[in-house]
């Protein structure tokens, strides 16, 4: 009975997330050095709170920009450490940087949110285009994006950078955000549907054309969400509005986090957002994902490597090999795929210990809140 209950979950999972995978493998777009066609104004807005560490070369890497109709405002959100000082030395006098010092969180607030909405409040640009402290930028990576809005005729184009993993914490959990984006929603329903549930958005590139940011009531819109970008994508579908999603290909980038515990606690904030807040939701997820992607090797090693389980190990190696060629990862990391679901199983425990003890996750010494148990 458990055999058959693997056999049709996993089997069923690897069909229909492969065939997702296939498409998005061929018809997912990649941001690719483009000379933009026309120029706007481009307001680079930075929400920081304590990262003094990767500031600096951020801020460096967007005043080297071959496009250079823009101008980059860094909000330093009440930092324990410099970072508004060391964004200012990198800048070394540059006009086109502001530091602006974040007022205090109002009740009702994200702080992320309460940010970007102080940032976009600010911003002068044509285009408003948020993006976090520890994205890298390529020379040519801003005129690219420019070019693919213009191309495209977006209302919101954003990018899932590169993502840069060093520990093993960071490579076997970091590369299943794409892998994620890969597997389960189809670019082609992104773009051309109008179904709320096919939109997503990554807050580490985000570019809106001003009118429909404001339109869909901007941050504010959104103020006490933790997943914004997701919602964000959804309010603009939701308007009528045009969403696109690019691939980085390279010329964007980003080391999201540093190791196990900054691992665990930044995915421990979304991943119950994610799943709409509920704790349901999120157990059966979880127990989902078991079935598909560890109880094959379970069974395979228990069945002295049966052709049945062996077939669906295969799968599930070949589904994340896929994936992490598509987006310039680690082939081999895919072998571990079951230890990546079993570390995303201590990262939801994490998010249900916040919930229970705090009322919301804890992030950089704050509490986000989320809806009561």
């Known amino acids: 009975m458990l055999e058959t209950l693997i056999s049709l979950i996993s089997g069923g999972a690897l069909f229909i997330f492969g065939i997702t995978a296939i498409s998005n493998v061929l018809l997912f777009p990649r941001l690719r050095r483009l000379s933009p066609s026309e120029s706007p104004f481009v307001s680079i807005l930075i929400p920081a709170r304590d990262e003094a560490a990767v500031i600096g070369e951020t801020v460096r890497s967007l005043l080297a920009q071959r496009y250079t109709n823009f101008e980059l405002i860094v909000l330093d959100d009440n930092s324990a450490d410099s970072t508004g000082a060391v964004a200012c030395e990198a800048a070394g006098?540059?006009?086109?940087?502001?530091?602006?010092?974040?007022?205090?969180?109002?009740?009702?607030?994200?702080?992320?949110?309460?940010?970007?909405?102080?940032?976009?409040?600010?911003?002068?640009?044509?285009?408003?285009?948020?993006?976090?402290?520890?994205?890298?930028?390529?020379?040519?990576?801003?005129?690219?994006?420019?070019?693919?809005?213009?191309?495209?005729?977006a209302d919101l184009l954003t990018v899932w950078a590169t993502q840069v993993t060093c520990t093993w914490a960071e490579r076997l959990i970091v590369p299943l955000m794409t892998?994620?984006?890969?597997?389960?929603?189809?670019?082609?329903?992104?773009?051309?549907?109008?179904?709320?549930?096919?939109?997503?958005?990554?807050?580490?590139?985000?570019?809106?054309r001003r009118a429909a940011y404001q339109k869909i009531g901007g941050h504010a819109a959104v103020r006490a969400k933790v997943v914004e970008d997701v919602t964000l994508a959804r309010r603009i579908k939701a308007a009528g509005f045009r969403l696109r999603m690019f691939e980085g290909n390279g010329l964007i980038s980003c080391r999201m986090y540093r190791g196990w515990a900054s691992v665990r606690d930044g995915f421990a904030k979304n991943i119950l957002a994610g799943h709409g807040d509920s704790v349901p939701f999120l157990l059966l997820s979880t127990v989902l994902h078991w079935l598909a992607y560890v109880a094959p090797f379970l069974w395979l090693l228990l069945s002295g490597f049966a052709p049945s389980p062996l077939a669906?190990?295969?799968?599930?190696?070949?589904?994340?090999?896929?994936?992490?060629?598509?987006?310039?990862?680690?082939?081999?990391?895919?072998?571990?795929?079951?230890?990546?679901?079993?570390?995303?199983?201590r990262i939801a425990a994490q998010a249900l210990y916040w919930r229970l003890r705090y009322g919301g996750v804890q992030w950089k010494g704050r509490t986000l809140r989320t809806k009561e148990v």
């Not at 109002?106 to 948020?130: M, V, Y």
């Not at 892998?179 to 809106?208: C, D, E, K, T």
């Not at 060629?325 to 079993?342: G, K």
């Open 93 to 153: 006098g540059d006009s086109r940087l502001r530091v602006l010092k974040g007022a205090a969180l109002p009740e009702g607030w994200g702080g992320k949110n309460w940010a970007c909405h102080q940032l976009s409040e600010a911003a002068r640009g044509e285009w408003l285009l948020f993006t976090d402290a520890d994205v890298r930028w390529q020379s040519e990576a801003l005129g690219a994006l420019v070019a693919h809005m213009a191309r495209t005729r």
């Open 179 to 208: 892998f994620a984006i890969f597997a389960y929603l189809p670019i082609l329903m992104v773009h051309h549907s109008r179904w709320m549930i096919f939109a997503a958005a990554n807050g580490q590139v985000m570019l809106f």
């Open 312 to 345: 669906l190990c295969a799968g599930v190696i070949a589904l994340r090999m896929l994936t992490a060629a598509a987006t310039h990862q680690r082939l081999l990391d895919a072998l571990l795929m079951p230890l990546s679901v079993v570390l995303m199983t």
